[in-house]
């Protein structure tokens, strides 16, 4: 064999073995690493989430027709969600533990490890691991990819802050707190009972365009005046944004609160056909009395604060702040009128 033809020969196995390298390893680095491959790098494939804890916390956020949900029943926030989803996507492995480490991390995944299970849109299951915990610095925390043996630190590249708390959550912590963030054009119909002021509740409708206004209850006298537009313009669109301060549902209070007569409940139906609902309950050991402070003689006690409870079931504390723009009476749509707000008594 000639030297051009060994030469020749040499520099094609090589170019070979370059190529097979490049495969093997730039290109597909799950097949030689998948106790390490814990990233999704296309997150818009990722239609469920599975989280659950050694505390008994369990979620399922399920993307529902573009909207993500949390245990089948509630909205998921959108900050809350979106933290979640980045972190997916953009974990890494930043070191692989030391011997001498591996012990107490390994028993700690086993005594603390948080599931998680990750699904495409199809319903086939994509990740599943477990997170632990957290490294002195709090620069790293500790995953372990389920079925294998080798747990690593994991971290989210020019990101401070360790990873566990991501997914260490409870229910109320992801569903979104929104109770209404309505567009005045899909709002169809609109009530407010307060079963302690009757005279102030009443019925808002539109009716091919024009809004009606009537008394609640039928033994409420009628007002006999046009509807002022700019009224019920106004009070629709301060259901734009009205959001709860926290979710409650394990307070030790929710019983009792609800077998109380609530002080308003709001009722809502969009030209879709969806409708919502939301109770309001007085917290009275925060209300103060300053008469002075007021023109209107009914307003002599202030509620900062209110329990309640929405169509879902769920129970919330919510701020008189947020919900004081629609606590409307009967009489606020009717121009040569005089309102006064109902206010808890």
């Given at each position: 064999?000639?030297?051009?033809?060994?030469?020749?020969?040499?520099?094609?196995?090589?170019?070979?073995?370059?190529?097979?390298?490049?495969?093997?390893?730039?290109?597909?680095?799950?097949?030689?690493?998948?106790?390490?491959?814990?990233?999704?790098?296309?997150?818009?494939?990722?239609?469920?989430?599975?989280?659950?804890?050694?505390?008994?916390?369990?979620?399922?956020?399920?993307?529902?027709?573009?909207?993500?949900?949390?245990?089948?029943?509630?909205?998921?926030?959108?900050?809350?969600?979106?933290?979640?989803?980045?972190?997916?996507?953009?974990?890494?492995?930043?070191?692989?533990?030391?011997?001498?480490?591996?012990?107490?991390?390994?028993?700690?995944?086993?005594?603390?490890?948080?599931?998680?299970?990750?699904?495409?849109?199809?319903?086939?299951?994509?990740?599943?691991?477990?997170?632990?915990?957290?490294?002195?610095?709090?620069?790293?925390?500790?995953?372990?990819?389920?079925?294998?043996?080798?747990?690593?630190?994991?971290?989210?590249?020019?990101?401070?802050?360790?990873?566990?708390?991501?997914?260490?959550?409870?229910?109320?912590?992801?569903?979104?707190?929104?109770?209404?963030?309505?567009?005045?054009?899909?709002?169809?119909?609109?009530?407010?009972?307060?079963?302690?002021?009757?005279?102030?509740?009443?019925?808002?409708?539109?009716?091919?365009?024009?809004?009606?206004?009537?008394?609640?209850?039928?033994?409420?006298?009628?007002?006999?005046?046009?509807?002022?537009?700019?009224?019920?313009?106004?009070?629709?669109?301060?259901?734009?944004?009205?959001?709860?301060?926290?979710?409650?549902?394990?307070?030790?209070?929710?019983?009792?609160?609800?077998?109380?007569?609530?002080?308003?409940?709001?009722?809502?139906?969009?030209?879709?056909?969806?409708?919502?609902?939301?109770?309001?309950?007085?917290?009275?050991?925060?209300?103060?009395?300053?008469?002075?402070?007021?023109?209107?003689?009914?307003?002599?006690?202030?509620?900062?604060?209110?329990?309640?409870?929405?169509?879902?079931?769920?129970?919330?504390?919510?701020q008189h702040i947020n919900f004081q723009k629609v606590l409307w009476g009967y009489s606020f749509f009717f121009p040569e009128n005089k309102p006064s707000q109902p206010v808890p008594n």
């Open positions: 064999m000639n030297k051009k033809l060994i030469i020749a020969t040499v520099i094609f196995v090589l170019i070979g073995s370059l190529a097979a390298w490049l495969i093997f390893f730039g290109g597909n680095k799950a097949s030689k690493f998948p106790d390490r491959d814990f990233a999704v790098e296309n997150i818009d494939d990722v239609g469920k989430v599975f989280i659950a804890n050694r505390s008994g916390d369990v979620l399922n956020l399920e993307k529902i027709k573009g909207q993500w949900m949390v245990n089948g029943k509630s909205p998921a926030g959108e900050s809350a969600m979106n933290v979640i989803l980045t972190t997916i996507q953009s974990i890494s492995v930043k070191y692989i533990p030391p011997k001498a480490a591996l012990e107490r991390i390994i028993n700690d995944l086993a005594a603390n490890g948080i599931k998680v299970e990750i699904y495409n849109t199809r319903g086939k299951k994509m990740k599943s691991y477990y997170v632990g915990g957290n490294i002195s610095d709090d620069t790293g925390t500790a995953f372990i990819m389920d079925g294998f043996e080798q747990p690593y630190i994991l971290h989210i590249p020019g990101h401070v802050g360790a990873l566990r708390s991501t997914f260490n959550l409870k229910e109320k912590d992801i569903v979104d707190r929104w109770l209404f963030k309505e567009k005045f054009e899909d709002v169809a119909f609109v009530s407010i009972e307060y079963p302690t002021l009757k005279s102030n509740s009443f019925t808002l409708e539109n009716k091919n365009g024009d809004w009606e206004v009537n008394p609640f209850y039928e033994l409420t006298p009628r007002i006999n005046q046009p509807v002022q537009t700019s009224a019920v313009e106004a009070f629709i669109t301060g259901f734009e944004r009205i959001g709860a301060e926290a979710i409650i549902n394990d307070s030790p209070e929710k019983d009792s609160v609800l077998s109380l007569i609530p002080f308003a409940i709001i009722s809502m139906r969009k030209t879709n056909g969806e409708e919502k609902s939301f109770k309001l309950y007085p917290i009275y050991d925060q209300v103060v009395e300053e008469e002075e402070k007021y023109d209107n003689p009914q307003s002599n006690v202030f509620v900062e604060r209110y329990f309640g409870q929405s169509h879902t079931g769920d129970f919330y504390l919510v």
